[in-house]
């Protein structure tokens, strides 16, 4: 496939803070660490200092992949982080089904990709591509369903506490579904079976999902970590039993929100006074503070603080952070120095700065994941037929048609001449008026006024009429677009794997991997 790139700005798809961080714009300076470059990576890894274990670590990894054949790739990147001199780049997401939305294979892609591009910028150092899923996230109606083109599939369960530990007893009519989507191609065989053994082969959701993604992407070395781990949570026990008895964060994140919103820029994420909560077996619930004890929300379970601190001791990974404390966990228990974030992630990040600090944990670079528009064969005809190019595709409908009927008619659609001599025979009609009644300028003024008005209703009327001269062409622009750009939302947002490996199979992905410029900081366009 061929690729082009144009600057995120041009498709109205991005936040204002997330544009303003690419282009370093410095009141923004305070909610982050070094610059998403080359030279400011090398300056985190030579300033990170690792306080974890990393014996723990890789211990973790290897009874985590123990029931998987390990490709040599991985095996290796695994081995590489019991060396000082190794480092992560992550990325996470939610155990989303099927893979589910575009974005998280191009979350996955830019990690391996800006790995890559480190081991060559500084090839003394290893730089391990890292997925985090997102096992102790309990919100399942979020994941349980992926749409595939026009059909959505879904897994109908009841799913309560961590997702990651959801069975996948129940999962064998959404993968019966997705499969007879497939179909019987080639392409559509090999991801099918892919599939079929990743989740009919695990009993539980972090399981199936790690070997689905590991067989996607296992050549290119990507580590994939659950850490939802009594030995994990072991290293982070320390800062949970501060945070919880004294909610630092709470403050901190609150300042930071404020300082955001006093720049100009919304917060995405709100801290609770615990930013905690209570894991075990089906339960996931907030932990909250009252009367001088601590309760589970909507339990019986209760503590005193040093019940607290003992529960905390003995059973770790009992204890969730929620979604401003599990950055903080992340880089407690990885060597990482850059982390792969959509435009929303990279802008709660920022809130989380302040409370890195006060915990003197180091602060990974905030790398925007690429994204990527596929434009297919069908509708890449379309574009030249219509004369509409890749760039001008990302404007609203409304927009694309009312631009295309204009450079595309041979009519006079605007009054702005007529309108400018109306507007003199006006002014020389108050003047006139002047000099026989003071009083009559005014009425000169609104005779003009109501004029103007008209000769702008006119034009609607004759904007309104040439469109239905082209009717068969702009009824093609509104299909382009509602193809490319489906629910008016950026493709990768919408659509699943699946058309895509039935139409390119694996070639699919490593495109992918030759086109992304994670530090290039552009949208990229793939056509075939």
């Known amino acids: 496939m061929q690729a082009t790139y144009i600057p995120y700005s041009q498709t109205n798809a991005f936040s204002p803070l997330v544009l303003d961080?690419?282009?370093?714009?410095?009141?923004?300076?305070?909610?982050?660490?070094?610059?998403?470059?080359?030279?400011?990576?090398?300056?985190?890894?030579?300033?990170?200092?690792?306080?974890?274990?990393?014996?723990?670590?890789?211990?973790?990894l290897k009874k985590q992949y123990a029931g998987l054949k390990i490709h040599q790739a991985v095996g290796n990147n695994i081995?590489?982080?019991?060396?000082?001199?190794?480092?992560?780049?992550?990325?996470?997401?939610?155990?989303?089904?099927?893979?589910?939305?575009?974005?998280?294979?191009?979350?996955?892609?830019?990690?391996?990709?800006?790995?890559?591009?480190?081991?060559?910028a500084y090839p003394d150092k290893n730089f391990v591509p890292v997925y985090w899923m997102a096992t102790e996230d309990h919100d399942f109606a979020e994941i349980n369903h992926?749409?595939?083109?026009?059909?959505?599939?879904?897994?109908?369960?009841?799913?309560?506490?961590?997702?990651?530990?959801?069975?996948?007893?129940?999962?064998?009519?959404?993968?019966?579904?997705?499969?007879?989507?497939?179909?019987?191609?080639?392409?559509?065989?090999?991801?099918?079976?892919?599939?079929?053994a990743a989740y009919l082969g695990n009993g539980n959701l972090a399981d199936a999902t790690r070997q689905l993604v590991n067989s996607l992407f296992e050549k290119y070395g990507l580590v994939i970590i659950n850490a939802d781990e009594h030995d994990l949570k072991t290293?982070?026990?320390?800062?949970?039993?501060?945070?919880?008895?004294?909610?630092?964060?709470?403050?901190?994140?609150?300042?930071?929100?404020?300082?955001?919103?006093?720049?100009?820029?919304?917060?995405?994420?709100?801290?609770?006074?615990?930013?905690?909560?209570?894991?075990?077996?089906?339960?996931?619930?907030?932990i909250l503070f009252a009367d001088g004890l601590y309760t589970v929300n909507k339990t019986e379970i209760q503590f005193t603080a040093s019940e607290l601190l003992a529960e905390i001791e003995t059973h770790p990974e009992r204890f969730s952070p929620n979604v401003v404390m599990?950055?903080?966990?992340?880089?407690?228990?990885?060597?990482?120095?850059?982390?792969?974030?959509?435009?929303?992630?990279?802008?709660y990040w920022m809130q989380l700065k302040a409370n890195f600090d006060f915990y003197k944990i180091d602060f990974p670079v905030l790398v925007l994941r690429n994204s990527a528009l596929l434009i297919d064969p069908r509708s890449k005809q379309n574009l030249f037929r219509l004369g509409?190019?890749?760039?001008?595709?990302?404007?609203?409908?409304?927009?694309?048609?009312?631009?295309?009927?204009?450079?595309?008619?041979?009519?006079?659609?605007?009054l702005a001449d007529e309108s400018r001599e109306i507007q003199a025979v006006f002014d020389r009609i108050k003047l006139q008026a002047y000099k026989i009644d003071k009083s009559l300028p005014e009425s000169a003024d609104a005779a003009k006024t109501k004029t103007l008005h008209l000769l702008h209703n006119l034009e609607k009327k004759l904007l309104r009429a040439e469109k239905r001269n082209h009717d068969i062409s702009l009824q093609q622009i509104r299909n382009v677009k509602a193809r490319l750009f489906p629910g008016a939302s950026?493709?990768?947002?919408v659509f699943n794997l699946a058309p895509m490996y039935v139409n390119y199979g694996e070639d699919f992905l490593s495109t992918l991997i030759e086109r992304f410029q994670p530090l290039e900081h552009q949208f990229t366009i793939l056509t075939p």
């Open 146 to 196: 992926v749409q595939v083109e026009e059909e959505l599939i879904s897994w109908i369960q009841q799913g309560n506490g961590a997702t990651g530990r959801l069975s996948t007893d129940t999962v064998t009519a959404a993968v019966t579904a997705y499969k007879g989507y497939l179909g019987l191609s080639e392409n559509g065989k090999k991801l099918g079976s892919l599939v079929e």
């Open 21 to 60: 961080y690419l282009a370093g714009e410095p009141a923004l300076k305070a909610f982050y660490g070094e610059r998403p470059d080359l030279a400011g990576l090398g300056k985190t890894f030579q300033n990170r200092q690792f306080g974890g274990n990393r014996d723990v670590l890789v211990k973790i």
């Open 490 to 493: 950026l493709q990768e947002r």
């Open 326 to 347: 599990r950055p903080l966990y992340q880089e407690v228990i990885l060597p990482n120095i850059a982390y792969i974030g959509g435009g929303a992630e990279i802008a």
């Open 79 to 120: 081995d590489l982080l019991l060396r000082e001199e190794t480092f992560t780049v992550t990325t996470g997401h939610q155990l989303n089904l099927f893979t589910g939305p575009l974005y998280f294979i191009y979350k996955i892609v830019t990690a391996i990709n800006l790995a890559l591009e480190l081991k060559i």
């Open 235 to 286: 290293l982070f026990s320390g800062i949970m039993a501060e945070d919880i008895v004294h909610r630092h964060s709470a403050a901190n994140i609150a300042g930071s929100s404020s300082a955001l919103e006093h720049a100009g820029y919304p917060a995405q994420v709100h801290g609770r006074e615990i930013n905690f909560f209570y894991l075990h077996d089906n339960l996931r619930e907030r």
């Open 388 to 414: 509409i190019s890749t760039s001008d595709i990302f404007q609203s409908e409304a927009d694309l048609v009312r631009d295309w009927v204009l450079n595309n008619s041979r009519n006079q659609l605007f």
